[in-house]
C-alpha cells in the first residue's frame, strides 16, 4: 500500500487533475490512498477574504468584499474547473452539487465573519478546510470519469485532533483506529481514498488545521496509521535539492536522505516537508519518497533511517529568511543566574519559537534567532522582564538585527569527520563573508551560521561550491582516502 500526497501545484488546474488521476489509476495494484491539498492558490484566498470580511465589519467604509459576492466568485472558478476536469455529465453534475452544498456552508461562515467583525483562529481552521473539501470532490470525481472507483473522504472524518487551532496535534491511537476502520475496508474492494489533506476535527467534531502545508503531515499520519509500504509526497520539484536551485543553479536532486537529515533541512528553511512529517513515519519505519508530479519517471529522493556511510559529508546547504536576531548583551548574562532560563520562558509564554541560539565563550553574549514577525512583542517583553538587571547595568542592551539569514550545512557524514567546520568558515572567510554568529548540535548534523542577509546567496554558493560540487566532492574523497590509508 502506498499513500499518495498532492500539493497545490499538482493539482493546480482541471488538466492537473486529470493528470494526477490518471497517475493515482497506474499504480491501482500498488492500492495507492491519495491525500490531496486545495487547489493552487484556494487556501490564501479563502483565508485573504475571511480577513478582508472581518475588517470590513468592523470598518464598513473601509469594505472591500461582501460574502455573497466573495463565495459566488468563489463557486464560478470550481464549477469552471469541474466542467473542464470531469467530462461524464452524471458524474459532473453529482460532484458539482456536493460543491454546491459546501460553497453554502462556506457562505454562513463568511456572513458569519462579516457581521461579526470578528475572525477567530476557530473561524480560520474553518474557512481554510474548505480548499482541500473541494478539492477531493473534484479529484475523486475525476478518477470515476477515468473509469476508476473512488471516493472522497474529509480527513474530519479520520484524524482526531487537540483544540490548538492553525496547528492541531493528532491524537494518534484514536486517528489509527478511525483510519483503518474507514479506509482499509475502500482500499481492500479496489476503491481509491481521496483524503483531505490539511484538517483534522476535534472529539466534539470541531475543525482544525495541522498548519500551512500541513497535507504533507497528513499522510504520514495516514500512512503510519494504515502501516502503509511508502508515503510517496508529489511536488513540483525532482526530490530534495542539494540546495535552493534559484540560489544555487548548479544544485542537484539528492537519491538518499535520513529522517534526521530531512528534519535539520526542514528546520533550517528547506521546503523539503512540513516539519512534523517524519515523526509519523519513523515510529513505523515507513520511507518517505520525494517525488515531482511533473517528472514522475525520475526517481525522487528516498527518505529513510539512513544508517549507511556515504562518501560526501555535507549533503545539502539551506537557508532560513525572515528571520532576526536578538541579542541579549552584558556581564550579567554571565554572572547574574537565570537570565537564559528566563528569556526562554518569555519566549514560550508568548508561543514564539527560537530557531537557533548561540551563546559567546566569555558569556557576555545570548544570541536567539526568530521569525521576524514576532520582534515587535519579544523585544519590548524582555525589556520589561530585564527592567532591573538594565538598569543596574548588568544587562547592557537587549537588540534585534532583522537583517540577517541562517545558513544550514546538513549531513550525517560531518559526525566524527575532521575539518569540516575549519573548510567552511575557511571558504566563507576567502570570500569575505562575516559570520555573525554560529551553532553546532551534539548531532554533529549540521553547522548553523547567521550572516547578513545581503550574504545569502554567495553564501550558499560558496559552501556548495566547497563540498557539493563536483571539485568539492573530490576534495572530500581524497580527504577521506588520506585518513583512512594513516589508520
Same mark, same amino acid.
Given at each position: 500500500?502506498?499513500?499518495?500526497?498532492?500539493?497545490?501545484?499538482?493539482?493546480?488546474?482541471?488538466?492537473?487533475?486529470?493528470?494526477?488521476?490518471?497517475?493515482?489509476?497506474?499504480?491501482?495494484?500498488?492500492?495507492?490512498?491519495?491525500?490531496?491539498?486545495?487547489?493552487?492558490?484556494?487556501?490564501?484566498?479563502?483565508?485573504?477574504?475571511?480577513?478582508?470580511?472581518?475588517?470590513?465589519?468592523?470598518?464598513?467604509?473601509? +469594505?472591500?468584499?461582501?460574502?455573497?459576492?466573495?463565495?459566488?466568485?468563489? @463557486?464560478?472558478?470550481?464549477?469552471?474547473?469541474?466542467?473542464?476536469?470531469?467530462?461524464?455529465?452524471?458524474?459532473?453534475?453529482?460532484? =458539482?452539487?456536493?460543491?454546491?452544498?459546501?460553497?453554502?456552508?462556506?457562505?454562513?461562515?463568511?456572513?458569519?465573519?462579516?457581521?461579526?467583525?470578528?475572525?477567530?483562529?476557530?473561524?480560520?481552521?474553518?474557512?481554510?478546510?474548505?480548499?482541500?473539501?473541494?478539492?477531493?470532490?473534484?479529484?475523486?470525481?475525476?478518477?470515476?470519469?477515468?473509469?476508476?472507483?473512488?471516493?472522497?473522504?474529509?480527513?474530519?472524518?479520520?484524524?482526531?485532533?487537540?483544540?490548538?487551532?492553525?496547528?492541531?496535534?493528532?491524537?494518534?491511537?484514536?486517528?489509527?483506529?478511525?483510519?483503518?476502520?474507514?479506509?482499509?475496508?475502500?482500499? =481492500?474492494?479496489?476503491?481509491?481514498?481521496?483524503?483531505?489533506?490539511?484538517?483534522?476535527?476535534?472529539?466534539?467534531?470541531?475543525?482544525?488545521?495541522?498548519?500551512?502545508?500541513?497535507?504533507?503531515?497528513?499522510?504520514?499520519?495516514?500512512?503510519?496509521?494504515?502501516?502503509?509500504?511508502?508515503?510517496?509526497?508529489?511536488?513540483?520539484?525532482?526530490?530534495?535539492?542539494?540546495?535552493?536551485?534559484?540560489?544555487?543553479?548548479?544544485?542537484?536532486?539528492?537519491?538518499?536522505?535520513?529522517?534526521?537529515?530531512?528534519?535539520?533541512?526542514?528546520?533550517?528553511?528547506?521546503?523539503?516537508?512540513?516539519?512534523?512529517?517524519?515523526?509519523?513515519?519513523?515510529?513505523?519505519?515507513?520511507?518517505?519518497?520525494?517525488?515531482?508530479?511533473?517528472?514522475?519517471?525520475?526517481?525522487?529522493?528516498?527518505?529513510?533511517?539512513?544508517?549507511?556511510?556515504?562518501?560526501?559529508?555535507?549533503?545539502?546547504?539551506?537557508?532560513?529568511?525572515?528571520?532576526? @536576531?536578538?541579542?541579549?548583551?552584558?556581564?550579567?548574562?554571565?554572572?547574574?543566574?537565570?537570565?537564559?532560563?528566563? +528569556?526562554?520562558?518569555?519566549?514560550?509564554?508568548?508561543?514564539?519559537?527560537?530557531?537557533?541560539?548561540?551563546?559567546?565563550?566569555?558569556?557576555?553574549?545570548?544570541?536567539?534567532?526568530?521569525?521576524?514577525?514576532?520582534?515587535?512583542?519579544?523585544?519590548?517583553?524582555?525589556?520589561?522582564?530585564?527592567?532591573?538587571?538594565?538598569?543596574?547595568?548588568?544587562?547592557?542592551?537587549?537588540?534585534?538585527?532583522?537583517?540577517?539569514?541562517?545558513?544550514?550545512?546538513?549531513?550525517?557524514?560531518?559526525?566524527?569527520?575532521?575539518?569540516? +567546520?575549519?573548510?567552511?568558515?575557511?571558504?566563507?572567510?576567502?570570500?569575505?563573508?562575516?559570520?555573525? +554568529?554560529?551553532?553546532?548540535?551534539?548531532?554533529?548534523?549540521?553547522?548553523?551560521?547567521?550572516?547578513?542577509?545581503?550574504?545569502?546567496?554567495?553564501?550558499?554558493?560558496?559552501?556548495?561550491?566547497?563540498?557539493?560540487?563536483?571539485?568539492?566532492?573530490?576534495?572530500?574523497?581524497?580527504?577521506?582516502?588520506?585518513?583512512?590509508?594513516?589508520?
Amino acid at each position: 500500500m502506498i499513500v499518495m500526497k498532492f500539493g497545490g501545484t499538482s493539482v493546480g488546474n482541471a488538466e492537473r487533475y486529470r493528470e494526477v488521476a490518471r497517475l493515482l489509476g497506474s499504480y491501482l495494484e500498488q492500492r495507492p490512498v491519495a491525500v490531496v491539498s486545495a487547489m493552487a492558490g484556494s487556501t490564501d484566498w479563502l483565508l485573504n477574504t475571511a480577513r478582508a470580511l472581518a475588517e470590513g465589519g468592523r470598518n464598513p467604509a473601509a +469594505a472591500t468584499h461582501n460574502a455573497e459576492k466573495s463565495v459566488a466568485d468563489f @463557486l464560478t472558478r470550481n464549477k469552471e474547473t469541474i466542467a473542464a476536469a470531469i467530462q461524464n455529465p452524471e458524474i459532473r453534475s453529482q460532484v =458539482e452539487a456536493v460543491v454546491e452544498g459546501q460553497h453554502q456552508v462556506l457562505l454562513r461562515l463568511l456572513t458569519g465573519v462579516e457581521l461579526l467583525g470578528e475572525l477567530s483562529p476557530r473561524s480560520l481552521d474553518a474557512v481554510a478546510a474548505f480548499g482541500e473539501k473541494i478539492s477531493v470532490q473534484v479529484l475523486a470525481g475525476t478518477l470515476q470519469d477515468l473509469g476508476f472507483k473512488a471516493q472522497a473522504i474529509s480527513a474530519e472524518e479520520l484524524i482526531l485532533t487537540d483544540r490548538t487551532f492553525q496547528a492541531a496535534r493528532p491524537q494518534m491511537d484514536v486517528t489509527t483506529n478511525r483510519c483503518r476502520a474507514r479506509l482499509l475496508p475502500l482500499v =481492500e474492494s479496489g476503491v481509491i481514498p481521496v483524503v483531505t489533506g490539511f484538517i483534522g476535527a476535534t472529539e466534539d467534531g470541531v475543525t482544525t488545521t495541522l498548519g500551512r502545508d500541513g497535507t504533507d503531515f497528513s499522510a504520514s499520519i495516514v500512512g503510519a496509521s494504515l502501516d502503509a509500504d511508502e508515503i510517496w509526497i508529489w511536488k513540483e520539484v525532482d526530490g530534495v535539492m542539494t540546495a535552493d536551485p534559484r540560489m544555487v543553479p548548479n544544485a542537484r536532486s539528492l537519491r538518499r536522505i535520513s529522517y534526521a537529515e530531512a528534519g535539520e533541512l526542514t528546520h533550517f528553511g528547506a521546503k523539503v516537508i512540513h516539519p512534523l512529517t517524519v515523526m509519523p513515519a519513523i515510529e513505523k519505519g515507513i520511507p518517505i519518497y520525494i517525488k515531482n508530479t511533473f517528472n514522475p519517471s525520475f526517481p525522487g529522493t528516498r527518505i529513510d533511517h539512513g544508517h549507511e556511510q556515504t562518501d560526501g559529508v555535507v549533503k545539502a546547504v539551506t537557508s532560513a529568511r525572515n528571520m532576526a @536576531l536578538i541579542t541579549i548583551m552584558g556581564g550579567g548574562v554571565l554572572t547574574v543566574p537565570g537570565i537564559a532560563a528566563r +528569556a526562554f520562558g518569555k519566549m514560550a509564554a508568548l508561543n514564539v519559537n527560537v530557531y537557533m541560539i548561540s551563546h559567546a565563550s566569555s558569556g557576555h553574549d545570548l544570541c536567539m534567532v526568530v521569525e521576524k514577525k514576532v520582534i515587535p512583542q519579544v523585544i519590548p517583553t524582555l525589556r520589561k522582564e530585564f527592567e532591573r538587571e538594565l538598569e543596574l547595568k548588568e544587562i547592557e542592551a537587549i537588540e534585534s538585527d532583522p537583517q540577517i539569514v541562517t545558513i544550514a550545512a546538513v549531513g550525517s557524514g560531518m559526525r566524527g569527520a575532521p575539518g569540516v +567546520a575549519g573548510r567552511l568558515f575557511s571558504a566563507l572567510g576567502r570570500k569575505s563573508i562575516n559570520i555573525v +554568529a554560529i551553532a553546532q548540535g551534539s548531532s554533529e548534523l549540521n553547522i548553523s551560521l547567521i550572516v547578513s542577509a545581503d550574504d545569502e546567496q554567495e553564501a550558499l554558493q560558496t559552501i556548495h561550491e566547497e563540498f557539493l560540487s563536483l571539485t568539492g566532492l573530490g576534495k572530500t574523497l581524497s580527504r577521506n582516502m588520506s585518513i583512512r590509508g594513516q589508520n
